[in-house]
């Protein structure tokens, strides 16, 4: 017998964080081409893509329940690092 | 050295069964690398300006016939070539070199048509677009072409010549390849009568705005002593090329182990404390292809 009101299974729980982690990230891309050469436009895409990133890990792992400090710091770095090296190639003297 | 490169990236036991590479401290010493990189790099153009090039194949001719095709597009008339638009294009450029100033107006107060003046040019209707860093004469018209002012200039029926000068130089402490754009329409012409092309353009909606409009300029003594437009090509490498490298090949390592990381571990059944490799690899994989994408040129 299938049960209608069974929870969430694993899978269906992280695919839907997942379809949110990929509609902003798309969002974003499609706001830094579209505004290419526009730097002020970009810079604050790129930041904005940085910290949504590390609200979505937050989110996520808090969500599943193994939300810890180092996962939120890997997630930090990670967006950090995509900040800094998109921000060198749009901020020029 | 083997060991090593396995403790940097392959997930085993080592190294807590994570990569080093994705450890947060290696994470910590890529970010420093970055930003060390680019400080190095305003550091070399302060002290010794120019040392880093700009490698272009823009041509004079090249962007006249980008511009006519674009022209061409809309069912306008072709800009006529003008020796002497070019020689204020030219000096134009040459300004910006000589005073270091990336604008229309210099921080003098020198205006575009001021050159007009200064070449005899007596014109009804004048604009100005100009460009630097770009590799290609295609590049440059497409980012004219995104941009709403300067598309307004290329597509304007009111001009019926074109001078360009495509200049090296050093600005801002960084060699570059300068492209500059003197449109004008002038004095002698006022009286054709324009053929049914011109007068189509006139009514389409994009030709409905211009960028810059002035009234015949009193004219200045000619100077005859410009030197003639060559084909610009040198062979180094600019900070955004080398910047541009060095960060992909940064992101392409993490990338990569990430990929090793997630095969590894998904046969094994071991509890880490860890983020998502699939979401790192997305981002990375999207800010990897915005590099490729990005383009060092700018327009004003």
């Keep these: ?93 | 050295m083997r060991v090593h490169l396995k403790n940097l990236f392959i997930p085993h036991h080592h190294n807590n069964h994570r990569a080093k590479v994705l450890h947060h401290a290696s994470l910590t010493k890529l970010i420093f690398a970055v930003l060390i990189l680019q400080i190095g790099f305003g550091i070399i153009t302060k002290i010794k300006p120019g040392v880093l090039g700009f490698a272009s194949s823009i041509t004079q001719q090249g962007i006249v016939d980008l511009t006519n095709q674009e022209r061409e597009k809309i069912g306008l008339k072709d800009v006529k070539f003008s020796e002497t638009l070019s020689k204020s294009a030219r000096l134009k450029a040459e300004d910006m070199f000589a005073n270091d100033y990336w604008a229309h107006t210099s921080p003098t107060g020198v205006t575009p048509w001021d050159f007009f003046k200064k070449v005899n040019y007596t014109y009804l209707y004048a604009g100005e677009n100009l460009a630097r860093n770009f590799g290609n004469n295609k590049d440059v018209m497409r980012a004219w072409m995104n941009s709403k002012t300067h598309r307004e200039n290329i597509l304007s029926p009111r001009y019926s010549e074109l001078g360009v000068a495509v200049v090296n130089g050093v600005l801002n402490g960084e060699k570059t390849t300068l492209v500059v754009q003197h449109f004008g329409y002038p004095v002698s012409d006022i009286g054709r009568v324009p053929d049914q092309k011109e007068v189509n353009a006139t009514k389409s909606e994009i030709a409905q705005n211009y960028l810059q409009q002035e009234v015949p300029a009193t004219p200045l003594p000619v100077q005859d002593n410009y030197p003639q437009q060559e084909e610009v090509k040198h062979l180094t490498l600019s900070d955004f090329d080398i910047t541009k490298s060095v960060n992909l090949a940064l992101l392409f390592i993490v990338f990569v182990t990430l990929i090793v990381d997630t095969y590894i571990m998904s046969n094994k059944k071991v509890i880490r404390r860890v983020g998502k490799n699939w979401a790192h690899l997305s981002i990375l994989a999207l800010v990897i292809i915005a590099i490729i994408i990005t383009i060092s040129g700018r327009i004003i």
């Design chain 1, 1 to 93: 017998m299938i049960n209608f009101f069974k929870k969430k299974t694993f899978w269906q729980k992280i695919s839907v964080d997942f379809v949110f982690l990929y509609i902003g990230l798309l969002m974003f891309s499609a706001i830094f081409l579209i505004f290419s050469g526009q730097t002020l436009v970009q810079v604050i895409t790129v930041l904005a893509t940085g910290l949504y990133y590390v609200l979505w890990g937050t989110i996520h792992h808090a969500r599943e329940g193994d939300f810890h400090i180092s996962i939120f710091l890997e997630y930090f770095l990670i967006a950090t690092l995509v900040v800094a090296v998109l921000l060198t190639l749009i901020i020029r003297t």
